[in-house]
């Protein structure tokens, strides 16, 4: 148990669907980042949030749109997704979104787009 | 971008043995981290490496931040079924703040 939780742990959408991932951590912290993970790829860092400003975002496509209503929770909406979007979608946390700050994952959702 | 290279990308060894990994960079890092993901989990940190040379251990886990800023090691020695997983490496470099990962070490013990 890490102090950050995600839900679901699972879904599984159709392309035309809307979803949304829900982060929370429970450390204080106050950067929350969102990753996606492929099979054989190494983490891609998506956004970033840091005192819930919007900080980083990697070139991410449109259909994905995060939200952090407070520095405790981070929502991840998706509409109109790819089968290839499906990954493992991992939420961190930090105390500070710089200098190499520890991050700390939750769970992951594990999402498949058919 | 800043680039880590880490390997093995894979390793299968014997319960007891000791096993070694590396990640090393296109450029120089501030930070190194290590973490291990089991399946179905997200990552969970290791050790944390900040300056050049610096050896930490963790229980049976040794890292060590490379003298040349562009390397880190980690050591698991008399391995056990439960260090199987996915290791990966995370370092900070001065292009930017965030964090660069690798593309992980899977270690499969055999009993």
């Known amino acids: 148990e890490t102090g950050v939780t995600q839900t679901p742990r699972h879904l599984v959408m159709g392309m035309t669907n809307k979803k949304s991932l829900k982060c929370e951590q429970h450390?204080?912290?106050?950067?929350m980042y969102w990753y996606k993970q492929s099979a054989k790829k190494p983490l891609e860092l998506m956004f970033v949030?840091?005192?819930?400003?919007?900080?980083e975002n990697n070139s991410v496509p449109s259909r994905f749109s995060p939200e952090c209503p407070n520095s405790s929770h981070l929502f991840l909406h998706l509409h109109t997704l790819q089968p290839e979007d499906s990954a493992l979608y991992l939420c961190?946390?930090?105390?500070?979104?710089?200098?190499?700050?520890?991050?700390?994952f939750g769970p992951g959702t594990r999402l498949t787009v058919l | 971008g800043q680039q880590l290279n880490q390997s093995p990308q894979s390793m299968f060894i014997q319960e007891g043995e000791d096993v070694s990994m590396n990640c090393t960079s296109s450029?120089?890092?501030?930070?190194w981290l290590w973490y291990k993901q089991d399946p179905g989990e997200g990552p969970v940190l290791l050790i944390a490496?900040?300056?050049?040379?610096e050896l930490t251990s963790n229980g049976r886990l040794t890292a060590q931040f490379g003298i040349t800023r562009k390397d880190s090691f980690l050591n698991i020695s008399a391995s056990i079924p439960s260090d199987v997983g996915i290791y990966f490496c995370?370092?900070?470099?001065?292009?930017?703040?965030?964090?660069?990962f690798g593309g992980g070490t899977r270690l499969m013990v055999k009993p």
């Open positions: 450390l204080g912290h106050n950067a």
């Open positions: 949030y840091s005192l819930e400003e919007r900080v």
């Open positions: 961190a946390s930090s105390q500070g979104s710089g200098g190499g700050n520890e991050q700390f």
């Open positions: 995370a370092g900070r470099g001065n292009a930017g703040n965030m964090l660069t």
């Open positions: 450029s120089i890092f501030n930070t």
């Open positions: 490496l900040y300056k050049a040379g």
